[in-house]
């Protein structure tokens, strides 16, 4: 599985952005996609999940339950990361990532996680 994660940038707190993810290579229906982000000096960090079966759920951090969104395009093979009412603390690298047959409990470990974008900045000014 290939992943190229775009849509990162610079905006002031309060603002908005949405990052994609764009999909290639073999998936099956046991295939989970995440997002993580990174800050500088700090472990990576468990932003949100959705599982492509198990009816799409998904899951988010504590830190970000409520202002962002995740979501999948089947047709085009991408997942989005709506991200609203961003703060500065959202400062960070953000990474799509793909795992197979991932369980509930798993989906916050990033060693869980197989395949990994090459990230896309996000900034945010206050």
């Known amino acids: 599985v290939q992943l190229q994660a775009s849509g990162g940038g610079s905006v002031q707190a309060g603002g908005s952005l949405r990052l994609s993810c764009e999909v290639s290579?073999?998936?099956?229906?046991?295939?989970?996609m995440g997002w993580f982000r990174q800050a500088p000096g700090k472990e990576r960090e468990f932003v949100a999940t959705i599982f492509r079966g198990n009816a799409g759920r998904t899951y988010y951090g504590d830190s970000v339950r409520g202002r962002f969104s995740i979501s999948k395009d089947s047709v085009k093979n991408t997942v989005h990361l709506q991200m609203n009412s961003l703060k500065s603390e959202d400062t960070a690298v953000y990474y799509c990532?793909?795992?197979?047959?991932?369980?509930?409990?798993?989906?916050?470990?990033?060693?869980?996680?197989?395949?990994w974008g090459q990230g896309t900045q996000v900034t945010v000014s206050s």
């Open positions: 290579g073999r998936t099956s229906s046991t295939t989970t």
């Open positions: 990532a793909a795992g197979d047959r991932l369980i509930l409990s798993s989906i916050y470990n990033e060693r869980n996680y197989q395949s």
